[in-house]
Nanobody, 122 residues
Framework: QVQLVESGGGLVQAGGSLRLSCAAS????????MGWFRQAPGKEREFVAA????????YYADSVKGRFTISRDNAKNTVYLQMNSLKPEDTAVYYC???????????????WGQGTQVTVSS
């Protein structure tokens, strides 16, 4: 069992930056791949970024490639999403998720956090 708690969301102007954090409980955090997803009002939840258990492999949606960076610190049981050059279309609730089979598909993920709101003003 893994419990996930996101933090770091907020209101930022276009072009600004935010860093999201996701703290995980459980001794097996380092064995899970981790992902970030987002859901805007009226839209389906979509993949943003993912990282393998070791941090050696990362994956990004085309819409965020070059602007967002996912990383993890297994000693702190935490995964991060650094978001730069934010755009109004990045506005959404951001969720972190854990999977024993990291990837881009939402169905791979077994555990989810409660989400954190990111709002980018124009």
């Amino acid at each position: 069992q893994v419990q996930l708690v996101e933090s770091g969301g907020g209101l930022v102007q276009a072009g600004g930056s935010l860093r999201l954090s996701c703290a995980a409980s459980g001794r097996t955090f380092s064995s899970y791949g981790m992902g970030w997803f987002r859901q805007a009002p009226g839209k389906e939840r979509e993949f943003v970024a993912a990282i393998s258990w070791s941090g050696g492999s990362t994956y990004y949606a085309d819409s965020v490639k070059g602007r967002f960076t996912i990383s993890r610190d297994n000693a702190k049981n935490t995964v991060y999403l650094q978001m730069n050059s934010l755009k109004p279309e990045d506005t959404a609730v951001y969720y972190c998720a854990a999977s024993q089979k990291v990837g881009v598909h939402i169905t791979r993920y077994d555990y989810w956090g409660q989400g954190t709101q990111v709002t980018v003003s124009s």
